[in-house]
């Protein structure tokens, strides 16, 4: 079992920053990748990107490319996103995950963290 806390929404305007916190706790081994994603009101959920812990990272989405940043620190079992540049459209409720390596899909859900960017 893997248990997962969001933590760092908020309500900012246009053109701010924020940093989303992910504290992992639980069985999670070196290779597991540790996801973001989001999901808008009235849309499907949103990967953002994910990151395993020794620090490789996938793609971002393009929505957020150039603005958002992943890092993890591995000795405090956390993962960050750094969102630069918010836009209203990145409202959204922000979700970290997690994928064992060996289950190869996203098994472990936190809770969410509400986002809002006002124009």
């Known amino acids: 079992q893997v248990q997962l806390v969001e933590s760092g929404g908020g309500l900012v305007h246009a053109g701010d920053s924020l940093r989303l916190s992910c504290a992992a706790s639980?069985?999670?081994?070196?290779?597991?990748?540790m996801g973001w994603f989001r999901q808008a009101p009235g849309k499907e959920r949103e990967f953002v990107v994910a990151i395993t812990w020794t620090g490789i990272i996938s793609t971002y989405a393009d929505s957020v490319k150039g603005r958002f940043t992943v890092s993890r620190d591995t000795a405090a079992n956390m993962v960050y996103l750094q969102m630069d540049s918010l836009k209203p459209d990145d409202t959204a409720v922000y979700y970290c995950?997690?994928?064992?390596?060996?289950?190869?899909?996203?098994?472990?859900w936190g809770q969410g963290t509400q986002v809002t960017v006002s124009s």
């Open positions: 639980g069985r999670t081994s070196m290779s597991d990748q």
């Open positions: 995950a997690n994928r064992p390596v060996l289950v190869n899909h996203w098994a472990y």
